[in-house]
């Protein structure tokens, strides 16, 4: 389980506005959520994943992961083995000259026996479906493959959370779809933990739940369905777009069509269409 | 930007050979034996001695021998300067003359043998580059520079700084075409203008290569933080290597060849 | 006619071992005024294609004439052929270098031949204004101060100020987060209708290019596969765009489904309000 109690932050440069980058930030995570985190540009996201595994530390309140504080150096590796972090460039995270060797750069970094990185290595290129592109040069992949890469690298650590600030933002349809798909299944098969930062609602709809930030702090959180019965002021207010399917669920309800204004997806209201038309 | 792609990093050329399995670290060190080798003997026979050797090695490689030519092809301008000097500078009896430019005999004799050098010294590394893979040989260097880490050498500091800088040569070729793209569809001038105009002109490619690399820095370091990145103490490896017969065997005619080449090689 | 492409194929690296076919006889049109939208899978050569548009890539066959005049004919006509014609490529923040916000922006015009200091002022400040970057504040800022959302609108307005008649923009909006992307997709709006520049849009965004495309061109392994008005595109040709790989609007799949579940809807329906005024019709008709 990961608990935020009370963390706030502030970044350096903002001393004189006094303007945090977080405040007060209270939530749990427990093992197995697959959780959407959303917000504008400057609402606190990216900080807020860096402080899953300790790359930023709170100046009030704590981080801790399975029971270990992010303060303790005795214990930030070990939670960095738990915590898997994805970004947003792939490029830049890939590290070696062969796939292969990337994923075995985190297991050489925490001393894994050479006997058992093969078999983890295998086992983690296997589960993103990556396996016969061992051999691979890096910069000859696509992107969703390269985020894939960086996904597997994680797993291989044997992981428990997976945190993803915005990994899908410089990949095209067909990589996002990759992407999604993976921590999708990585959720459900192998019960990894997703913390999935976005910026886009079409996205968060497909998560179970979603943690909405504005300037900081936490403004609501809840389903998809919860946060899309949001007014329109509201909506606003929080810097949120509803995805197309959705406002036009909203729009034909507002006319007083009998179709529910929180509608998640394309098959959804194609279903709820059906029975009227 | 296809084209670079399609690029492997460095001049590694996959096979399956004897060669190719043998052990970076012992590559690594003959190729530095031979190298100081061609610098210290001075005859034909010792010459003809190396590039047997080197010939073989090729053949046994199953490298299809027009890669090492065209490793050649760089230097090319280095190896004919040098004769050319040679031919022209040498002291002796005079067999040609041009203009007042003079070929003499020891200068053609000079040149030749000089270029001969250079031919078999990057042959030689040709050799090792295109049957060494890059992870290959960063690892065969930081083993044996681990040797000498009780006087403190970053050896495994500099292999990573080797892979990282490997792994990034084609990203950031490919960065550099985008960004003289971009600079010429705002109609940046590359081609035109003296020395001073051209090297001024380089600024709009330099300034956001740097930048971008710089960045791409920042994040690659606190991704490999991320991922428990703490330096060398500690750290296990995922390629093992391990000393086989044909290395050894390797090892010993290597040796042969050098002591061979140094009995006809001086006099 | 503005732009046009006669037969123009292109191979990357010609008789060298990793040849490749980027470009197979395209032959296309397009008049001033226009707003063209380009879309196709990852690879299909849209890249290819739009540097063809202003000459930063010579054709291997075929010509390329803009306002009637073949372009690679010699290297003047290429050089002031980047005066009519602006490309920004994905991600154009990439290719700032300058030490003010100013000097970035008059890079270009500079360039293109513009010495004087007054008319290059003016210069900057129009491009500014179109960008909505107020002057006085930003002029003297250095380029990498600025949020990754600013920086991409200097990166923009540094094309604006060449004045080309022609602005053809690569994934303008990748990476932007929404509100910056509203932003930007306005601006290219009103380039088209205010300021009548002919513009050309590649972009993976099916709404975006729905919404805004004139016409649409799809692209596939090189060659042009469609080339119509959104409507008909999206309308008519649902199993071939999936078989590229490409998706429909949001909206018009749903139109689709029900089509396909046997609801007479109009499946060429793009934005919002036709989808609820289809829908709505149809509800009250059924009563």
């Not at chain 3, 010699?74 to 005066?83: D, G, H, P, T």
Request: hydrophobic share 45%.
């Amino acid at each position: 389980m990961i608990i935020f109690d009370n963390v706030s932050y502030l970044y350096h440069n903002n001393k004189d506005n006094n303007l945090f980058s977080l405040k007060n930030i209270n939530i749990d995570i427990h093992n197995g959520d697959f959780i959407a985190v959303i917000g504008a540009n400057g609402s606190g996201k990216s900080t807020f994943a860096k402080h899953i595994n300790g790359l930023l530390l709170p100046q009030e309140g704590d981080v801790i992961v399975n029971n270990m504080n992010t303060k303790d150096t005795d214990k930030i590796w070990e939670i960095r083995k738990k915590v898997g972090m994805v970004f947003q460039n792939p490029d830049n995270q890939l590290v070696a000259t062969t796939i292969e060797d990337d994923i075995a750069f985190g297991l050489e970094n925490v001393g894994i026996d050479e006997s058992e990185m093969k078999e983890r290595v295998e086992w983690a290129l296997d589960l993103v479906g990556m396996l016969e592109m061992r051999n691979c040069e890096p910069h000859l992949l696509s992107g969703g493959q390269k985020q894939k890469v960086v996904i597997a690298g994680a797993l291989a650590m044997h992981t428990s959370y997976l945190v993803l600030d915005e990994p899908t933002s410089m990949l095209d349809p067909k990589g996002r779809r990759e992407i999604l798909d993976t921590i999708k299944k990585l959720n459900r098969d192998e019960k990894i933990t997703i913390i999935y930062i976005t910026h886009f609602m079409s996205e968060a709809a497909e998560f179970n739940k979603i943690i909405v930030l504005k300037r900081g702090e936490i403004a609501l959180t809840g389903t998809p369905q919860k946060i899309f019965l949001q007014s329109d002021e509201q909506l606003k207010q929080l810097n949120l777009e509803l995805p197309p399917t959705t406002m036009l669920a909203r729009m034909l309800s507002q006319k007083g069509i009998k179709i529910p204004p929180n509608i998640l997806n394309k098959e959804e209201m194609v279903e709820k269409l059906c029975l009227l038309i | 930007m296809k084209f670079i792609r399609n690029l492997t990093i460095g001049q590694y050329i996959h096979k399956e050979s004897t060669i190719h399995r043998l052990d970076p670290r012992i590559k690594i060190l003959i190729t530095l034996f031979i190298i100081i080798t061609i610098f210290l003997i001075n005859t034909w026979v010792g010459f003809l001695v190396v590039g047997i050797y080197l010939f073989s090695g090729i053949a046994l490689s199953k490298v299809n021998p027009k890669y090492v030519l065209l490793g050649l092809r760089p230097l090319l301008f280095l190896i004919i300067l040098t004769l050319l000097i040679h031919f022209f500078t040498t002291q002796g009896e005079v067999i040609l003359k041009i203009w007042i430019l003079s070929i003499t005999k020891e200068g053609l004799i000079r040149g030749f043998f000089i270029a001969t050098r250079l031919f078999l010294l990057i042959i030689a590394t040709s050799w090792l580059t295109l049957t060494t893979s890059p992870i290959g040989l960063t690892d065969g260097i930081e083993r044996l520079l681990s040797i000498f880490k009780s006087i403190k050498v970053p050896a495994h500091e500099i292999a990573m700084m080797m892979t990282i800088a490997l792994r990034f040569i084609p990203t950031l070729m490919e960065e550099t075409e985008k960004i003289i793209k971009a600079q010429v569809a705002r109609g940046a001038d590359f081609d035109s203008g003296n020395i001073i105009n051209r090297i001024k002109n380089m600024i709009p490619i330099i300034i956001p290569l740097f930048i971008n690399a710089f960045h791409r820095a920042d994040e690659l370091a606190i991704a490999m933080e991320a991922r428990c990145y703490r330096g060398g103490n500690g750290r296990t490896h995922y390629r093992t290597l391990s000393i086989k017969r044909n290395d050894k065997l390797f090892f010993i005619i290597s040796f042969l060849v050098i002591i061979l080449a140094f009995v006809f090689g001086k006099y | 006619m503005l732009i046009n492409l006669k037969n123009v194929s292109y191979t990357y690296n010609l008789n060298m071992p990793f040849e490749t076919d980027a470009l197979k006889s395209i032959n296309l049109k397009i008049k001033r005024g226009e707003f063209v939208g380009i879309i196709g899978h990852t690879g299909c050569g849209k890249t290819t294609l739009l540097q063809m548009f202003n000459g930063l890539l010579e054709p291997t066959e075929g010509k390329v004439f803009i306002d009637g005049v073949d372009i690679h004919q010699n290297k003047a006509k290429l050089k002031e052929i980047r005066k009519i014609v602006g490309l920004t490529f994905q991600y154009p923040e990439n290719q700032l270098f300058e030490e003010t916000v100013f000097k970035e922006i008059a890079f270009g015009p500079k360039n293109t031949g513009i010495k004087d200091i007054n008319q290059l002022e003016r210069r900057v400040r129009k491009a500014m204004k179109m960008v909505e970057m107020d002057y006085s504040m930003y002029k003297d800022k250095s380029p990498f101060s600025l949020s990754g959302g600013e920086m991409r609108r200097v990166a923009i307005a540094s094309i604006l100020a060449i004045e080309p008649d022609v602005i053809i923009l690569d994934e303008p909006t990748a990476s932007l987060d929404p509100q910056n992307r509203k932003k930007l997709l306005k601006l290219i709006k009103d380039l088209h209708i205010s300021f009548q520049k002919t513009i050309i849009l590649v972009s993976h965004n099916m709404e975006v290019v729905a919404e805004l495309s004139q016409r649409i061109i799809v692209m596939e392994n090189g060659r042009i596969v469609m080339d119509d008005t959104p409507k008909a595109i999206f309308r008519d040709n649902v199993e071939r765009l999936e078989t590229i790989g490409l998706s429909l609007p949001q909206i018009t799949y749903i139109m689709h489904k029900l089509k396909t579940m046997g609801r007479p809807v109009d499946s060429g329906v793009l934005t919002l309000e036709e989808a609820e005024s289809e829908i709505i019709n149809l509800i009250n008709k059924r009563r």
